[in-house]
């Protein structure tokens, strides 16, 4: 079992940057991680995941070529960089993590997750 714990999350003007730390409580080098978003009203949505070798990673078409996803197993950390942000980027962001071979886009398939943090995007 992992505990995961988000950081870095704010207010940032439209077009600007931020990025998202998420740090585990124990070695994530087996497994899957992954972002989510949450807007109010909204269901739960992927953002972006990354394979737990961090050779492949996977990203919703809203984000691609905004945001990175990257992971440092060693330090049992992964990341989401997000530029160019958009106000409909504004959401609850979560972090989560699986043990199974395939990496999901679906929050079905994790099992563990962060309690999120809040990113606000204004114009």
């Known amino acids: 079992q992992v505990q995961l714990v988000e950081s870095g999350g704010g207010l940032v003007q439209a077009g600007g940057s931020l990025s998202l730390s998420c740090i585990a409580s124990?070695?994530?080098?087996?497994?899957?991680m992954g972002w989510f978003r949450q807007a109010p009203g909204k269901e739960r949505e992927f953002v972006a995941a990354?394979?737990?070798?961090?050779?492949?990673?996977y990203y919703a078409d809203s984000v691609k070529s905004r945001f990175t996803i990257s992971r440092d197993n060693a330090k049992n950390t992964v990341h989401l960089r997000m530029n160019n942000q958009k106000p409909e980027d504004t959401a609850v962001y979560y972090c989560a993590a699986d043990r199974t071979v395939a990496i999901s886009r679906s929050p079905s398939g994790y099992h563990y997750w962060g309690q999120g943090t809040q990113v606000t995007v204004s114009l």
């Open positions: 990354i394979y737990m070798s961090g050779d492949y990673t």
């Open positions: 124990g070695a994530i080098s087996n497994y899957n």
